[in-house]
């Protein structure tokens, strides 16, 4: 009766009052403008995390997240619409001693006019795609944040889109290993929007394809996966100590499109209702998951159906059922330093034996652009 109780209190709060919390302090888009043109500029990112999962479950392992990453970039504006970068990324975890976790080079092309921008080479992705939780893991910022590929960015007044697609795993002729593509969308319609209210419909997609034509794995199946979510978001902005209060729901599907099925479930679904309120004092929010043989691509491993614990991979449960609490404290500490702390407990309502789990966050964020030096014509 508590679990009935309490799945119908979050639905009626769901459809009375942007679940993903506020990500923006994390962002660090580059673009071209007539003022920069003939200009070379330094990019510096710099992202401090700490991220600690106390979970002890069958569907996502515990464990902590702790270092520092670096991304800094030579930017030239080669005219008032194209910006060329390139630089690195680097990443280090603390505690590991074998110096640099990981290191990738960054280069880009950005093409930017009116509303539009095109970018070609390492994206604008990750968290930054604006996917709800159960389709992208927001931890993909910390430990899978380069995507390289191409990405076409649409923002007006009352549509927005990212469309992309990303070249994960290439091969060459011959090679041991099948060449991975990923690659979706996210797009937001809005429907009413004034000084206090704002009504938007917004759209997900994802698809994963592995397989190739030149490897030597042909006894591997060749997989096709597809997630997608679609609802309506709701906001009104309130004052100064209350700033605002919105819901984000959402339906979320899974497909195996797969020529040979060799996973647990080939298709599924789930239900995302969030509630929030951003304050003077931190943003407060609930999200409620129900799955139903869901599988996720890239989404956190919670909300499946179909565990990839280290000690329980391949455990299965039809129906997941989570809710979780959050919040955020956010804060630009000085000019081009933000930081940004979480608190996220929840309660699996379909095993009772898991009580109370949690992770929390503290991210350090450092970004400017230096100007160098003007190309002389």
């Known amino acids: ?158 549509f927005r889109l990212d469309t992309w697609i990303a070249w994960q795993k290439m091969i060459y002729t011959g090679e041991a290993a099948k060449e991975e593509i990923v690659g979706g969308f996210t797009s937001d319609v809005t429907l009413l929007k004034n000084d206090d209210w704002k009504l938007s419909i917004p759209a997900q997609m994802l698809v994963y394809h592995q397989g190739g034509q030149i490897d030597v794995l042909k006894e591997i199946p060749i997989s096709t996966l597809f997630n997608g979510a679609a609802g309506f978001s709701l906001s009104k902005s309130i004052g100064y100590r209350i700033k605002q209060i919105y819901t984000n729901n959402y339906i979320a599907a899974y497909k195996d499109f797969s020529p040979t099925k060799v996973r647990a479930y080939q298709g599924g679904f789930g239900l995302w209702l969030n509630a929030g309120i951003d304050t003077y004092f931190g943003n407060f929010s609930t999200s409620y998951w129900q799955g139903n043989k869901f599988i996720t691509i890239k989404g956190m491993p919670l909300y499946q159906s179909v565990s990839d614990n280290l000690y329980e991979k391949g455990y ?46 503290f991210f350090l964020t450092y970004k400017q652009n230096f100007k160098l030096f003007k190309v002389k014509n």
Not at 2 to 23: D, G, P
Not at 322 to 345: A, C, G, H, M, S
């Open 316 to 361: 299965t449960e039809n129906k997941r059922q989570i809710l979780t609490f959050r919040y955020q404290y956010l804060k630009e500490l000085l000019p081009n330093l933000y930081l940004d702390v979480r608190f996220e407990p929840h309660f699996d309502l379909a095993n009772s034996s898991s009580n109370l789990q949690f992770n929390h966050s």
């Open 1 to 158: 009766m508590r679990k009935q109780l309490l799945t119908v209190l979050l639905a009626l709060l769901a459809l009375s009052v942007q679940a993903q919390l506020n990500n923006s302090y994390l962002y660090h888009p580059i673009r071209p403008a007539d003022s920069l043109t003939n200009e070379i500029h330094l990019n510096f990112y710099n992202f401090n995390y700490v991220r600690n999962y106390e979970y002890s479950n069958n569907f996502h392992d515990g464990y902590t997240l702790y270092g520092t990453q670096l991304e800094p970039q030579l930017v030239y504006y080669a005219h008032p619409n194209l910006a060329i970068t390139a630089g690195a990324y680097l990443r280090k975890d603390f505690g590991n001693e074998r110096g640099l976790y990981d290191a990738k080079p960054l280069f880009n092309l950005k093409y930017s006019k009116n509303n539009l921008t095109l970018v070609f080479g390492s994206l604008e992705g990750n968290i930054q795609h604006q996917y709800i939780e159960p389709l992208y893991n927001f931890e993909r910022k910390i430990t899978t944040p380069i995507e390289y590929g191409t990405q076409l960015l649409l923002n007006k007044d009352k």
